[in-house]
């Protein structure tokens, strides 16, 4: 079983950062990729950035030159620079993680419990 302990959310004013970390335990063989989605009231919830083992990053439209996502692999972290933030930033952002058992195990996936973030002056 994997865990996903999320922190670093928070209130923060426009045009400010912050940073979000995620860290993985439990057993398995791989865990990758590594990223963050998020979901404001009323909207679906979509990707923020994701990234993999060999550091292949892959971000939504939204947040494209404001934030990044970088990963430590010894700690099984990933993590999300948040700049420039917006009030439509604002929203729960949940950590997501793809897993294996063994190297012939289908993937599986785990979510973080999520962690508020709110953009407000």
């Known amino acids: 079983q994997v865990q996903l302990v999320e922190s670093g959310g928070g209130l923060v004013q426009p045009g400010g950062s912050l940073r979000l970390s995620c860290a993985a335990s439990g057993t398995f063989f791989s865990i990758d990729p590594m990223g963050w989605y998020r979901q404001a009231p009323g909207k679906q919830r979509e990707l923020v950035a994701s990234?993999?083992?060999?550091?292949?990053?892959d971000y939504g439209d939204a947040v494209k030159g404001r934030f990044t996502i970088s990963r430590d692999i010894h700690k099984n972290t990933v993590y999300l620079q948040m700049n420039s933030l917006k009030p439509e930033d604002t929203a729960v952002y949940y950590c997501?993680?793809?897993?294996?058992?063994?190297?012939?195990?289908?993937?599986?996936?785990?979510w973080g419990q999520g962690t508020q973030v709110t953009v407000s002056s």
């Open positions: 997501n993680a793809q897993s294996r058992s063994s190297s012939w195990s289908a993937l599986r996936a785990h």
């Open positions: 990234i993999t083992s060999q550091f292949n990053t």
